[in-house]
């Protein structure tokens, strides 16, 4: 198929707004997608950049979005990946991320993140195709009310989410501080994806703050919550075990997700204490709060996760998976 492939401008917004509707009708759980104001402003100030190819009749094909925290950040997360019916089954949307990220290769960017239904393998296929690795699995992550007629047929609970990392130009060198429990597993994901991070142990001088810093973010429309701690001090699990029986007994929320600074050498002495509080290994990812990447840790509330139900498109993605299910409580 044919396709002639250009960013959209500040100014046609409605683009994505409706290349959404038709693919999510109202449930996609990434509201501001549907505020054509908010996605103007966005283009407008370089924090989303909207790619798309059309047909020789001006017609959508596909569509792939890559969002920032703020214009000239050295990662960016992309999304917003929407393939039209007519262009089902073309490989459209490889072309329009190749695009994107040759895009994003020129102007610097050391790397893109990006997250792929685990429901079926169709889009992490495409991921791998393109040169990326998954770097973690977020079980439970997608709500049940998102509905994709991509994945018709579906069952209705929550889904879960592979991330991927495609590496784009080098980043920088920097030590990271992975717990010994997880030590071999964050070396492979470095090492696969060409993270640039360097595994070391901490100092042996390294006393803990006596009072941990976190940032809690609740995303209402996933029903769960990002716990960012961004100074892990002694008092680290007494912390979230308070603020995950908040946010499970009293908010009702379905799932909680624990950040650490893996560039921090305390992350590397408390980690292991979540883990009695039910929280297990989800991998390493970006968090656009603090510098550098964080080790991911997940708690599930109310929420059954089986393997039949998680695809996976590699070896590495597999072997990857069943570290991430064997470390559930």
């Not at 991509?150 to 590496?167: H, T, V």
């Not at 909680?256 to 991998?283: C, F, I, K, M, N």
Request: aromatic share 6%; net charge negative; hydrophobic share 45%.
């Amino acid at each position: 198929m044919d396709a002639a492939f250009r960013f959209l401008s500040p100014d046609e917004g409605n683009v994505l707004t409706q290349a959404i509707e038709v693919a999510y009708g109202q449930s996609y759980d990434v509201r501001w997608v549907y505020d054509e104001a908010e996605v103007a402003a966005r283009l407008a100030d370089g924090r989303y950049v909207s790619c798309v190819a059309e047909n020789a009749d001006g017609e959508l094909l596909c569509h792939e979005g890559m969002s920032m925290a703020a214009a000239g950040d050295a990662v960016a997360h992309s999304g917003q990946a929407v393939t039209m019916p007519i262009a089902r089954g073309q490989h459209i949307f490889t072309r329009t991320k190749s695009f994107l990220m040759d895009w994003a290769r020129q102007r610097g960017l050391a790397g893109m993140f990006s997250e792929a239904t685990a429901a079926h393998p169709y889009s992490q296929r495409a991921n791998i195709e393109l040169g990326a690795h998954e770097t973690g699995f977020l079980l439970g992550w997608i709500p049940a009310s998102v509905d994709n007629d991509a994945a018709a047929g579906a069952p209705r609970k929550r889904q879960s989410a592979a991330l991927f990392y495609s590496k784009l130009n080098d980043g920088h060198e920097r030590q990271v501080y992975a717990p010994a429990r997880h030590r071999e597993i964050v070396a492979q994901t470095l090492e696969l994806c060409q993270l640039r991070g360097t595994l070391a142990a901490p100092p042996a001088d390294c006393e803990l703050p006596a009072r941990s810093q976190i940032h809690v973010e609740i995303e209402s429309d996933h029903n769960l919550a990002l716990i960012t701690v961004e100074v892990p001090g002694a008092d680290l699990e007494a912390v979230i075990a308070a603020e995950r029986h908040h946010l499970f007994h009293r908010l009702c929320l379905d799932a909680v997700y624990v950040d650490l600074p893996l560039q921090t050498p305390a992350t590397a002495l408390v980690a292991d204490d979540l883990e009695r509080l039910g929280v297990s290994y989800a991998g390493v990812f970006p968090n656009r709060r603090t510098d550098g990447d964080v080790l991911r840790m997940q708690s599930l509330h109310r929420v059954r996760v089986k393997a039949d139900d998680i695809a996976v498109a590699s070896d590495h993605g597999r072997e990857l998976l069943d570290y991430v299910l064997s470390d559930l409580p």
